[in-house]
């Protein structure tokens, strides 16, 4: 054991406060200002709430390392003067553990010259024990983590990620010989500049390990987040007991006294209780990811944003989209929440509102720490929402792309509508999509077999396909009735998409406009029920289009059972429902 006195990093005054109210049974008003008049220098930091603990360790810094370092057992009562003074009044005489993973035997044979061997193992450990660099769990019996409880780090700058990620390969060693219960996690509070602990954590076989194993949750809080609004992060996010671990580093910076809360989170707070009651309608804002007016009309996302507005207005919300272009613009009233449609842009969240993330496609652009920022996280995939959940747990569910009725559902058509449809191009083959400059193998695959699809899109200059281009776009509100009038319209995903489960949206707008789908194949297909053709090579393309070809009322009867499908179970309607159920459990 080193016998140099290592600094004591301090933790955040939010997390601290949290500690105390829990620990000393006092009021959260009250307990962040006792951990203020605990962190502040120069003031002597003798909170007069702490009397009777000062009776014990009057020593400012000791106080201070007593208080996050123990933890009270699960089993203790409540008490007056909370469960750390009723230990230090003689529980630990009757054989209390002073905290869960404090290993008094262990400490005592490293401490046996201790000064006064009859006052608590937690208390000389705090006033001598830290001073003298002694391990508080020596034989290592706890593996670093305990069941049911969050070992939080809280860590402040990059330089802390070494310790932090030394405590979290003990945990993992613990777990792997068998000494880490189930049920523990370690919880990273990273308010470090541009969270570089995080992202170092990511990006290192053993964190990501720790991350899969459910060992390691990442929580980001921003560099100035205000105290109180850190002890909430701390008392939603970390299982209870919660141990608050102090890094051994040599140095670190005193801790700033923090900022006053943001006038938008001020704002937001004072509606929130009555958004959460239905009291009031939530302002949200929608980003979408299309980048300007004059280009929108070509992105999917802008169609995709319009219909899911018009389904959050019908469940009372006031929304409004903004494009890329408006994102970092300042809206004329504060929205109390906002919801990014993630595809190929990101959009880092500001404080203050509820921000929720619909990952739509592209998963791997998607890294941790942009997750993490999110209060929630909605994906468009069965199986990539479920490898989430170690790193994200309940702040991450699955929410499919869906269809719009109103726009490509045959029965919603006017009779104008219906009229001009009949005098549309009934197409043998249909590919509706642009080249994106690469190649999409299902229509390189068609006209290599003899079936040149009809192809609405852009930028195929200069490819075999460009010869069969009808148009560079179809307009949105005819879509649909170009999939209900071809024999088959092909569809195909994106490599990353089709391996994590990203179903196209392009197929429930096929089936919500009872057009007949023949697509490529992609993980969680199962959720059409067999009634889906897929091909995984040109040799299937062909079989299949000539069979399906020759078989209309097989392709009417599949066709009629997708659209019943995703007519029922798959509507920006019933997403709707599903956000606005969230916004308010998170209000």
């Known amino acids: ?28 008003e009250t307990a962040l200002t006792v951990a203020r008049g605990l962190l502040a220098p120069g003031t002597g930091r003798s909170p007069s709430a702490l009397a009777a603990l000062r009776g014990f360790c009057p020593e400012p810094d000791a106080l201070l390392r007593l208080v996050c370092l123990f933890e009270a057992p699960a089993t203790a009562a409540a008490q007056p003067g909370g469960p750390l003074l009723a230990h230090l009044a003689g529980g630990w005489r009757r054989g209390e553990a002073p905290a869960p993973w404090f290993d008094p035997t262990g400490y005592e044979v490293l401490s046996a010259a201790r000064r006064d061997p009859q006052e608590a193992a937690i208390l000389h450990y705090a006033r001598e ?20 409880a969050s070992l939080v780090l809280a860590v402040q700058d990059g330089a802390e990620a070494g310790p932090a990620l030394a405590l979290i390969r003990r945990g993992l060693a613990g777990k792997a010989a068998g000494q880490g219960p189930e049920g523990a996690e370690c919880l990273v509070l990273d308010a470090s500049p541009g969270h570089a602990v995080a992202h170092m954590l990511t990006r290192l076989p053993e964190g990501m390990a720790a991350l899969r194993a459910g060992l390691l949750r990442l929580v980001l809080a921003d560099a100035g987040t205000d105290a109180a609004e850190l002890g ?44 959460r009651q239905g009291e009031i309608a939530p302002r949200l804002t929608i980003r979408c990811p299309a980048p300007d007016p004059a280009r929108a009309h070509r992105w999917g996302d802008y169609h995709f944003a319009g219909s899911l507005a018009v389904a959050l207005r019908a469940e009372g919300v006031t929304v409004r989209v903004a494009l890329a272009e408006d994102w970092e613009m300042p809206e004329d009233s504060a929205p109390d929440a906002t919801l990014l449609l993630r595809g190929v842009r990101r959009c880092r969240p500001r404080p203050g509102p509820v921000n929720l993330m619909w990952m739509l496609s592209h998963p791997d652009r998607v890294e941790a720490p942009e997750l993490l920022r999110y209060d929630h996280v909605f994906v468009a995939s069965l199986p990539h929402a479920a490898a989430l959940k170690p790193l994200m747990g309940a702040r991450v569910s699955a929410l499919l792309q869906c269809s719009d009725p109103d726009r490509f559902a045959p029965d919603t058509q006017t009779g104008a509508a219906r009229q001009a449809e009949a005098s ?71 490599p990353d998409m089709a391996a994590r489960g990203f179903v196209s949206n392009r197929l429930f707008d096929i089936a919500m406009a009872g057009g007949f789908p023949l697509s490529d194949g992609f993980e969680g297909a199962g959720m059409f029920f ?3 053709p897929q091909v ?3 040799a299937e393309l062909d079989r299949a289009i000539r069979h399906f070809t020759a078989r209309p009322a097989e392709r009417a009867a599949r066709a009629a059972a997708l659209h019943a499908l995703v007519r029922h179970r798959h509507t920006f309607a019933a997403r709707a429902r599903r956000i606005t159920a969230r916004l308010r459990e998170l209000f």
């Open 530 to 532: 067999g009634q889906l």
């Open 232 to 275: 909430r992060i701390l008392q939603a996010e970390a299982a209870g007991p919660v141990l608050l671990r102090p890094l051994p580093r040599p140095d670190h910076p005193p801790v700033p006294v923090p900022a006053p809360p943001r006038a938008a989170a001020l704002h937001l707070t004072g509606r929130r209780q009555r958004l």
């Open 424 to 494: 549309l191009p009934a197409h043998p083959l249909l590919f509706v999509g642009n080249s994106r400059r690469a190649d999409r193998w299902i229509v390189s695959a068609a006209l290599a077999t003899g079936h040149p699809p009809a192809i609405y899109g852009a930028e195929w200059e200069d490819t075999p396909a460009e010869p069969f281009v009808r148009a560079q776009s179809l307009p949105n509100a005819s879509l649909g009735a170009y999939y209900r009038r071809a024999r088959i319209v092909l569809n195909d995903h994106w």
């Open 1 to 28: 054991m080193s016998s140099a006195r290592p600094a004591f990093p301090l933790p955040g005054p939010g997390v601290l406060a949290a500690r105390i109210a829990k620990l000393c049974a006092l009021p959260d």
């Open 536 to 538: 995984r090579d040109a």
């Open 129 to 148: 024990g830290w001073a003298r660099g002694l391990d508080p769990d020596p034989r290592q019996i706890r593996g670093g983590l305990t069941a049911g």
